[in-house]
């Protein structure tokens, strides 16, 4: 029946189009303008009129006839077989309008397409092909495969197309530009991903404008960091050394201040200090440990708050730790990171098994971190518990795994799996709290940063910087007045 609807049609057209011919298509264009009729519009298309094949085709979509829509993809509507593939329910056919589609040219059929195959260099190919026509989604995933292979060089081009209209990926280029010391461009770059909406880009760009100090090598972030309504025995100095680190800053101190768990204990953010790109010089294999570090006698140079107690240093790479005084985190560390850090400051040790090495200097009985306890035996159980039976609180003991390859055994006050074993478990035990908040009221269980910067300062033969630093620990711990050198007019900076 259908071939038979086909050819009785070809005959009509037929004859139509002898008529039209011979009158010169003197009334083609009036036919395309004052008709519906996909019948006469067919005539149109039969005489190779482009206007009158787009508006065959709008009727065919609109109307979803399949028959319609086959007689446009015939006379090279490739978007037609697209919509027709979409329609079709048996696989093995709705692929082969597809790649009749993509045949003719039609982005959306190449991007799906792109998407199906197995093969890298067809979809490669297909999306290339689609992304060359501007469609947005194949441009998007063109860049991201070559992004995910490490060619960043045939990336960029692509997402340099992709960023004209699509906010994250402006957000990408304005922040691979920012890192590449290209500043200009990437304020640019975040500029057009806020105005295209992008949030994150919006943050990036108050920053940049209120906080980054550009050639000047150090200024003052956001105060929105600083912790509020608290009386603090710890003051933390966070230094931030790039861009991306203090955003992640900004997003720290917010969950930090909405922490109902470590609302009770008396540690307070101060204003963070940001640096320009290797001021501090940092390193993710810091003297060989394997871990993130930085030059702490550089630290002598900033404008520390004379407040702090220890400092919190953001770098873009490298293991976090605490060393002493100073906590090191990188881009990928998250807000439980940075408690199970913090922990670390108040002499907390880690609950999961340490190395030998570690372990050999952990795992001693006469150590006392708040959270473990160290035997040789059972017997010593029942005194070694005292300092949780003081805290007031519910604790229940159980082993620890910190000393498996260690002779001693190490046993904690919880059941559960712990902020210490894990960080991301939310879990702090009632006991820990306690005893946390008992050790930073007492000073003399902590280890300021001053000892970090007098240490490196004694590395590196400044012994007079150094003396200055070591005051500033003795002040902490009560041993001297606060005020080390009344010439300092508030400022904690080393004199030369």
């Known amino acids: 029946m259908k071939s038979f609807k086909k050819l009785r049609l070809f005959i009509i057209a037929g004859a139509a189009m002898v008529l039209l011919v011979s009158s010169g298509q003197r009334y083609l264009p009036l036919l395309i303008q004052q008709t519906d009729s996909p019948h006469a519009l067919y005539l149109g298309v039969l005489l190779g009129s482009e206007p009158a094949l787009e508006a065959l085709s709008g009727y065919a979509r609109e109307s979803a006839n399949p028959y319609w829509l086959e007689i446009v993809a015939e006379a090279g509507d490739a978007g037609a077989y697209y919509i027709l593939a979409l329609n079709e329910g048996n696989e093995a056919r709705h692929i082969a309008l597809l790649n009749q589609s993509a045949a003719g040219g039609y982005a959306k059929a190449q991007y799906e397409l792109a998407l199906l195959t197995d093969s890298a260099l067809k979809r490669i190919e297909l999306l290339t092909r689609a992304a060359h026509q501007q469609y947005l989604p194949a441009t998007i995933?063109?860049?991201?495969?070559?992004?995910?292979?490490?060619?960043?060089?045939?990336?960029?081009?692509w997402?340099?197309?992709?960023?004209?209209?699509?906010?994250?990926?402006?957000?990408?280029?304005?922040?691979?530009?920012?890192?590449?010391?290209?500043?200009?461009?990437?304020?640019?770059?975040?500029?057009?991903?806020?105005?295209?909406?992008?949030?994150?880009?919006?943050?990036?760009?108050?920053?940049?404008?209120?906080?980054?100090?550009?050639?000047?090598?150090?200024g003052w972030g956001p105060e929105t960091v600083i912790t509020t309504g608290r009386r603090c025995a710890m003051h933390i100095q966070p230094v931030v050394t790039s861009l991306e680190n203090m955003r992640q800053l900004m997003s720290l101190a917010e969950e930090f201040h909405d922490d109902k768990r470590l609302s009770d204990l008396p540690v307070c953010l101060l204003r963070p200090i940001w640096l320009s790109d290797n001021q501090l010089n940092c390193d993710a294999n810091w003297q060989g440990n394997r871990r993130l570090g930085c030059d702490a006698a550089k630290l002598a140079e900033l404008p520390l708050d004379d407040e702090l107690s220890h400092i919190l240093v953001l770098a873009p790479q490298g293991k976090a730790n605490v060393h002493n005084g100073i906590m090191y985190l990188d881009l990928t560390d998250s807000y439980s990171v940075f408690v199970h850090e913090l922990a670390h400051f108040a002499g907390f040790v880690d609950e999961y098994p340490l190395s030998s090495e570690l372990a050999g200097q952990m795992c001693h009985p006469n150590l006392q971190p708040p959270n473990l306890i160290y035997t040789l035996s059972e017997e010593e159980l029942a005194q070694k518990v005292d300092k949780w039976r003081q805290a007031n609180v519910d604790w229940e003991l159980a082993k620890s795994r910190t000393c498996n390859n260690h002779p001693l055994q190490a046993y904690k006050a919880s059941s559960r799996l712990t902020f210490m074993e894990y960080h991301d478990q939310a879990y702090i035990p009632p006991v820990y709290l306690a005893l946390w908040k008992q050790r930073l009221n007492r000073k003399h269980y902590l280890l300021p940063a001053h000892i970090n910067i007098a240490q490196a300062l004694e590395q590196q033969g400044k012994f007079e910087q150094a003396k200055y630093w070591w005051k500033k620990r003795d002040a902490f711990y009560g041993m001297l007045p606060l005020s080390v050198d009344s010439n300092l007019n508030g400022s904690a900076a080393a004199p030369d």
């Open 141 to 157: 995933s063109l860049y991201q495969w070559y992004l995910h292979q490490g060619q960043v060089e045939k990336a960029l081009p």
């Open 159 to 218: 997402l340099e197309q992709a960023a004209s209209q699509d906010a994250d990926s402006a957000l990408i280029l304005a922040r691979q530009q920012w890192q590449k010391g290209q500043y200009t461009q990437a304020r640019q770059g975040f500029n057009q991903a806020s105005r295209l909406g992008s949030p994150e880009a919006t943050e990036y760009v108050s920053l940049i404008e209120n906080y980054w100090p550009a050639e000047q090598g150090s």
